[in-house]
């Protein structure tokens, strides 16, 4: 079956511009998770979700980043006045349900280059 | 606070060697850790996981991971290393509700024939 898909694959921005990333995750996986990979470094949890709402946002950076899961299914991690800082691959994971006895399955990620 | 180090930036290895990649981790109770590869251009895959129970667990395309808690450590193994083994490999440790993921800086390897 189809894993997780993000898109755009890649995204070049300027300096204050908005971004909408896209995750589509499994069918039927009712989490969902966010998080951002730096040059060099692990992913850094930024949100998930549970169903529609969003149950831990606590790894969101600031208020410039948000993200929405209206339907309980695709997500959108919106980023407002983008800062070079913000360039890195923004990684989309789906699990069955919460908690780490359910594998969590990534997507390829979305490039994000601000420049 | 959970935290994961992996004190190994880069690993070369020869194919057929074995090997060992090693992860300590910082946790207050007991952890749920991980392993997982990156390969380039794919998203991450789960090797392996321990969440209790016996302390030597083994994952897939031969891997296994070893649980000390003397040693806060979750070291990852493999006897004898192939080609396609070549990627990133990330040590995670669960936050208590599971659902935050704490991720190493990683261990770039390289296998040489």
């Known amino acids: 079956g189809a894993g997780v898909s993000q898109t755009p694959s890649n995204k070049v921005t300027e300096k204050g511009k908005y971004v909408e990333l896209r995750c589509d995750p499994i069918s039927g996986h009712t989490a969902l998770y966010w998080y951002r990979q730096s040059l060099g470094q692990g992913p850094e949890f930024l949100i998930y979700?549970?169903?529609?709402?969003?149950?831990?946002d606590s790894g969101l950076p600031n208020d410039r980043f948000f993200a929405v899961r209206p339907e309980g299914s695709v997500s959108t991690l919106k980023i407002q006045r983008t800062e070079r800082g913000d360039s890195a691959v923004y990684l989309c994971?789906?699990?069955?349900?919460?908690?780490?006895?359910?594998?969590?399955?990534f997507g390829p990620g979305t490039r994000l280059t601000v420049l | 606070a959970q935290s994961v180090t992996q004190p190994d930036i880069h690993i070369t290895v020869s194919e057929g060697a074995s090997l060992e990649l090693r992860c300590n981790y910082s946790y207050g109770a007991t952890p749920y850790l991980f392993w997982y590869v990156q390969s380039p251009g794919q998203g991450l895959q789960l090797l392996l996981k321990y969440f209790s129970g016996d302390t030597l667990v083994q994952g897939i395309k031969g891997f296994e991971a070893e649980f000390k808690r003397s040693q806060s450590s979750f070291n990852l193994r493999k006897p004898s290393v192939h080609w396609s083994d070549a990627a990133e490999y990330f040590c995670?440790?669960?936050?208590?509700?599971?659902?935050?993921?704490?991720f190493g800086t990683g261990t770039s390897l390289t296998v040489i024939p």
């Open positions: 979700f549970q169903g529609t709402g969003a149950a831990d």
């Open positions: 995670a440790v669960a936050s208590n509700t599971g659902n935050q993921f704490y």
């Open positions: 994971a789906s699990s069955l349900s919460s908690g780490p006895s359910h594998e969590q399955f």
